[in-house]
């Protein structure tokens, strides 16, 4: 603990904390103030957090450093609850704790605070997401989502770049050159053309051919997308189709009994998946993430260390096992029958895993599967084209748009005049509102000189009141009549689906109390079953077990006789040879005899012997020539230093003559 809060005080009093704490000081702050550190760190990560915490309730301050932490991605050592205590109380082991791994990773925590408010993913239940606007909503959120993530490695990558500011100066330079160029390229292409005729007619074609473009291509956008819908929907009904048509299938080809055990099956199979495997399973990933977390959040350790920690691992597992072989001796001496049963039990319960796996990995299966046929018909509706109308249809086709179009143009005629009808009719309402104008001008002229001004208006807003109150009024009678219409209706259909109801109520109950005996005889013999299964499981395992060991006995038995036969072909080879060499010297023929391996044998030894004696000879005569011919060398090497310094001075007179100028001389 003191070294942690040597670390970070260290941290807090350089920038761009710059904090003016010792050791002393910091180990005595009030719960309040060590919170308002906590929040100084959260502010320089994320400046939204900048908050005075007086100003702020416990439990909102909670909540919000614990919803900054986990964008953060910070896992504490206890529970959720626990944290969020220490974080209300200001706990200095849980503030200390946080801190430790806030301070030496700011940088890295802002660029994760800032990515994530970006990139949070909202968690939408599935039923939720059946929603089709909920759904488009949610892609289109996602799509930005990664579009950000696109932008912002770009963004890095400009960043990490090597242009300094002279680059792009000089990229400036050259697009400020170019759009220089484009607008004279502009002007000399604007003086030739001015120069036409029919320059406004060509201008305004241009126009209409940009727009018309820029329709084709809305257009042709639109339909793509209507066609994608279309696609979609078409590969949404055809799914439905094939689900109803299987399950109509499936229902016809069953009697209700069969129906009902299926759904029972069903039933207790998805009832052990999500009772007893699935949170057994997710309790496990729990645990392996939990026991990751504390593996990362630890120090880095050497070999030596992790050595030593897979010793007390396997110590630790071979004392389980002890104990595990301890404890089964003690239930096998105190109850036999019990220890069957248990291992009925578990054979039972590994079986019930297996087939859980099973299951799973046949429905992963057959999703594939099925998504792999949606997508295989969509090809083919795709490849092959559009259906194509015949004879008839086509007819009665054409027949069908000549009739739209006799509509559109009787439509059409009728909208022109109702256009033309509306024109006149606007005048008109023009005119009268011109007149009615006047008229309310001099009225309330009059009434000024006669000094009741306003009474005009106060008489039309009592009559524009009646009015409204009187089609509230009759508004009401009718929501009312309507209420009790559909209140009679509701009635009525409840009462009918009463009647209807009836008698399939009637067939319904005498099938219940059958399917409740039912359901009573296949538990019963569910139960006999696997009372019965576990038995003759229990006797497969042995007679498995005891095969085993015969086949192991019968193959360790079959290699050692192997073994000996071989040994036994080799001593009868070698007794053949030693018979065929008493055979061969007890033959009275010289010749042949000498033809034997002893006589070889004896011959190879005389042979030997003679060359050890030559041998030993050689080096006798060696030993007595060592001396003289050790002093006659020593005599050859001393011969040849005296010649060579002869030569050495007759060569350093020769120099001395050359160089004086004198007589050349011989020297014996």
């Known amino acids: 603990m003191a070294e942690q809060v040597k670390s970070i005080v260290e941290i807090l009093c350089k920038p761009p904390f710059n904090k003016t704490f010792n050791i002393i000081s910091f180990d005595n702050l009030e719960p309040l103030q060590l919170l308002q550190v906590l929040n100084d760190v959260f502010s320089y990560i994320e400046p939204s957090n900048a908050l005075d915490l007086r100003e702020e309730t416990p439990e909102d301050m909670a909540h919000r450093m614990l919803k900054f932490l986990s964008v953060l991605k910070y896992t504490p050592d206890c529970s959720v609850q626990e944290f969020q205590a220490g974080i209300i109380t200001g706990e200095r082991s849980v503030v200390y704790q946080t801190l430790a791994w806030l301070l030496p990773n700011v940088e890295m925590l802002k660029t994760r605070a800032y990515l994530g408010k970006y990139l949070v993913r909202v968690d939408i239940p599935a039923e939720i997401l059946q929603d089709d606007e909920v759904e488009k909503i949610h892609n289109e959120y996602m799509e930005l989502v990664e579009e950000f993530k696109t932008v912002h490695k770009a963004t890095d990558k400009l960043k990490n770049t090597k242009y300094t500011a002279a680059d792009i100066k000089r990229d400036i330079n050259q697009m400020e050159q170019e759009h220089e160029q484009i607008l004279k390229t502009i ?24 727009r018309e473009q820029e329709r084709q291509a809305s257009i042709a956008e639109q339909r ?17 189709l094939t689900q109803l048509k299987d399950l109509r299938a499936a229902s016809q080809n069953m009697s ?19 009772e007893e495997k699935l949170p057994r399973e997710l309790e496990n990933r729990k645990k392996s993430c939990s026991n990751v977390q504390k593996v990362l959040l630890e ?17 630790l ?25 248990r291992k009925q039990a578990m054979m039972i319960a590994r079986k019930k895993e297996s087939l859980a796996e099973e299951l799973k990995e046949c429905t992963n299966e057959w999703t594939e599967v099925e998504n792999e046929l949606t997508k295989k018909k969509e090809e083919m509706r795709v490849s092959g084209a559009e259906q194509v109308l015949t004879g008839p249809e086509f007819k009665k086709y054409i027949g ?31 005119i009268l509102q011109s007149h009615y104008n006047e008229v309310k001008q001099t009225i309330s002229n009059m009434e000024k000189e006669r000094g009741i001004s306003g009474y005009t208006d106060a008489q039309d807003e009592l009559e524009m009141i009646s009015a409204q109150k009187g089609d509230a009024d009759e508004k009401k009678g009718q929501i009312l009549e309507d209420m009790s219409d559909m209140s009679d209706k509701l009635n009525q259909m409840i009462s009918e689906k009463k009647a209807a109801l009836a008698p399939i109520i009637k067939e319904l109950r005498p099938l219940r109390s059958k399917c409740h005996e ?17 038995s003759l499981g229990s006797n497969l395992q042995n007679l498995e077990q005891e095969v085993r060991s015969l086949r192991e006995t019968a193959q360790a038995e079959e290699s050692k006789h192997h073994f000996l036969m071989h040994a036994k072909q080799l001593l009868e080879a070698e007794h053949q040879k030693v018979d065929g060499e008493l055979a061969v010297y007890k033959n009275p023929d010289p010749a042949l005899r000498k033809s034997s391996l002893r006589e070889q044998y004896n011959r190879k030894i005389q042979e030997q ?30 011969l040849q230093k005296l010649l060579a310094c002869k030569r050495n001075l007759l060569e350093n007179q020769a120099k001395e003559l050359d160089l004086g100028g004198g007589e050349n001389l011989l020297i014996l």
């Open 256 to 274: 209700v009994d069969k129906l009902m055990s299926k759904l029972e099956e069903e039933y207790k199979s998805t009832k052990y998946l999500v």
């Open 317 to 341: 597992q071979s004392e389980l096992n002890d104990l595990h072989q301890q404890r089964m001796s003690k239930t096998d001496n105190a109850d036999d029958k019990l220890v069957m049963f």
């Open 224 to 240: 793509q997308s209507q066609k994608t819908a279309v696609q979609v929907a078409e590969s949404k009904i055809q799914r439905l």
């Open 609 to 638: 012997d003679n060359l050890g004696k030559a041998l030993r000879a050689k080096q006798k005569t060696v030993r007595e020539q060592h001396s003289p011919n050790v002093a006659q060398m020593t005599m050859w090497l001393d």
């Open 400 to 430: 069908m748009i000549r009739n739209k179009g006799n509509v559109y143009k009787a439509k059409r005629a009728e909208v022109a005049d109702v256009r033309a009808e509306v024109g006149v009719l606007s005048r008109t309402a023009d």
């Open 299 to 315: 120090p880095a350790m050497s070999e030596d260390d992790i050595e030593e920690l897979l010793e007390k691992a396997q110590e």
């Open 187 to 210: 002007e000399r292409k604007k003086a030739r053309v001015e120069s036409m005729s029919n320059m406004s007619e060509l201008l305004s074609g241009a126009r209409s051919l940009r």
């Open 518 to 534: 039912l359901e009573h005889l296949h538990t019963q013999k569910k139960t006999e079953y696997d009372s019965l299964s576990a």
